[in-house]
């Protein structure tokens, strides 16, 4: 499977842990996003990456969230201190940098209860 | 700022009609993206069909095709032949492009649920 991956598929955490989710792009494509999804809405652009510079952060991206992609290959997402109001998907998304299309990954289920 | 708005909630649809999805965005760009992205429930976002701006013709792949009318900002999708396996989370969204500086971040409507009836 050379599609985008994403670990763990499922996270259900108490409030005030710390977690950290996994991306594996699409093999040699350079563009990286995170992405969040709430039940009946589309999703909202949280960061993304060209290689492994961190080119933008949305405002969403509390001070609790950093990302990271060493080496501009696989990238993580860190929630420090978890609220309810972080569960969520987590949808992480590659691009080769032309035609503008994004591949998305199956997501991570946060769950803070 | 870049907004995308899909008003119509949920459709419904016989199998093997054709079932037209609408979609409408605000930009000030001349030069972007839209998609149209198929959510299956409990499965991953898959890119139905793009279109780029500039380009005059609509776009096509197989069974779907758009209406795309940029002086409207309005670019609809067109479903034939509908089958069961398209029942999903039908998402349009907007990117920029390169040459505008933008950011490259695709900005997503809230979505439209389309359920397929045998």
């Known amino acids: 499977d050379t599609g985008v991956s994403q670990d763990p598929r499922h996270k259900i955490t108490k409030r005030g842990q710390n977690v950290t989710f996994r991306c594996d792009p699409i093999?040699?494509?350079?563009?990286l996003y995170w992405y969040r999804q709430t039940l009946g809405q589309g999703p909202e652009f949280l960061t993304y990456?060209?290689?492994?510079?961190?080119?933008?952060k949305s405002r969403l991206l509390s001070d609790r969230f950093s990302a990271e992609r060493p080496k501009g290959s696989f990238s993580t997402l860190e929630i420090q201190r978890t609220e309810q109001g972080d569960s969520a998907m987590y949808l992480c998304?590659?691009?080769?940098?032309?035609?503008?299309?994004?591949?998305f990954g199956p997501g991570t289920r946060l769950t803070v209860t | 700022a870049q907004t995308v708005t899909q008003s119509q909630p949920e459709m419904s649809v016989q199998e093997a009609e054709t079932v037209t999805l609408s979609c409408t965005y605000d930009t000030s760009e001349s030069d972007y993206y839209l998609f149209w992205y198929k959510q299956p429930p409990s499965r991953q976002m898959i890119l139905v069909i793009r279109q780029e701006a500039y380009k005059q013709q609509n776009a096509t792949e197989n069974r779907f095709s758009v209406n795309f009318q940029k002086a409207a900002k309005s670019f609809s999708l067109k479903i034939s032949d509908s089958q069961l396996g398209d029942a999903a989370m039908y998402f349009c969204?907007?990117?920029?492009?390169?040459?505008?500086?933008?950011?490259?971040?695709?900005?997503f409507g809230k979505g439209m649920k389309l359920t397929v009836n045998p």
């Open positions: 093999s040699e494509h350079n563009r």
């Open positions: 969204a907007y990117r920029s492009e390169e040459s505008q500086g933008g950011s490259e971040k695709l900005v």
């Open positions: 998304a590659s691009s080769p940098g032309t035609r503008g299309e994004q591949y």
């Open positions: 990456f060209q290689n492994e510079a961190q080119l933008e």
